[in-house]
């Protein structure tokens, strides 16, 4: 049980920062988001809300692809946040991070011109990464 719940939390904080405003946790409103993108990353939530579903209702194979898709995610966010952060990344990725997330909450401190994650996507990593673990151990199960 506490597997599905972490999935679904994962799920729903993922859902809420890429489309409820609420400053100044995320900053939407700047995003560049054509109606492409949108759609795109609702496509991928109900895409995530199968899986789940799946997995917790069908069993192993839903499984296997919510591990994969996780994965995915997560390691989008490293690839996005924390390499960025810790080792550096081009200038041109730097300024539209700078844009996007303006005035976005952060607490972790600067490191020379590098983007710095914030709140909302550092709750994104950690819950994405308990959803990972959890559907693990649940294979076992």
């Known amino acids: 049980m506490n597997t599905i719940i972490y999935q679904l939390v994962f799920a729903i904080w993922f859902f ?7 400053p100044p ?6 995003f560049p988001n054509k109606p492409t993108w949108k759609l795109f990353l609702f496509i991928n939530w109900v895409l995530l809300m199968i899986l789940i579903l799946g997995s917790f209702f069908y069993g192993f194979y839903f499984k296997i692809f ?5 994965s995915l995610i997560l390691f ?6 924390w390499l960025p952060y810790l080792f550096g990344w081009p200038k041109v ?4 991070t700078e844009i996007d997330h303006k005035v976005t909450l ?5 490191k020379k011109n590098r983007p710095v994650p914030d709140v909302g996507y550092i709750i994104l990593g950690l819950t994405c990464l ?10 076992n199960n």
């Open 16 to 22: 809420i920062i890429h489309f409820i405003p609420i």
């Open 25 to 30: 946790v995320n900053d939407i409103d700047k």
């Open 66 to 70: 919510l591990i994969l898709y996780l």
């Open 76 to 81: 989008g966010h490293i690839n996005t946040w």
């Open 93 to 96: 990725f730097v300024e539209d």
């Open 106 to 110: 952060r607490f972790l401190p600067p």
């Open 130 to 139: 308990m959803a990972l673990i959890m559907t693990f151990k649940s294979l």
